[in-house]
């Protein structure tokens, strides 16, 4: 290495879901949506496992590029050099179906405002939380001028 070179340190990751495998690669920086706030795990990081919430799971490759993830929960497992992402459902952000997301989303808010009692509240809340953390991915990611 030259004089002023420095060399990046990266660390592989693999996103996966219950479908299949969604990324896999070396990348400089993992932000993901942990249990108690967001993570950001770079190379050499203690090894940890969490599990995590619905939201944006990014994948920073350089530092001009970056790939941006929709993940509805699932854990992290941290490894010297290898860091797993499990989650129950991956999407990268280019691929979120709006339409869907904004329906899910009403339909959520329709069934949590009906009081006859006929409804999992649970069940719709977490419905809703994934709707608008899917929305909110895809704004983020239209705003980077995905």
Not at 51 to 68: I, M
Not at 87 to 96: H, L, M, S, Y
Not at 113 to 123: N, Q
């Amino acid at each position: 290495m030259g004089k002023g070179e420095e060399m990046t340190m990266t660390v592989h990751v693999d996103i996966v879901s219950a479908e299949k495998e969604i990324f896999s690669g070396s990348v400089e920086m993992i932000f993901a949506p942990g249990e108690l706030g967001e993570l950001g795990i770079s190379p050499r990081h203690a090894p940890l496992i969490t599990k995590l919430n619905p939201g944006e799971v990014r994948v920073k490759v350089s530092a001009t590029e970056s790939y941006p993830f929709y993940i509805s929960g699932g854990l992290l497992e941290i490894q010297p050099h290898l860091v797993t992402i499990l989650a129950d459902t991956a999407v990268r952000a280019k691929d979120i179906d709006e339409v869907a997301a904004l329906d899910a989303k009403v339909k959520a808010e329709e069934a949590l405002s009906d009081k006859s009692g006929k409804i999992d509240y649970a069940t719709a809340q977490a419905q809703l939380q994934q709707a608008v953390m899917q929305l909110r991915t895809l704004d983020r990611f239209r705003k980077r001028g995905g």
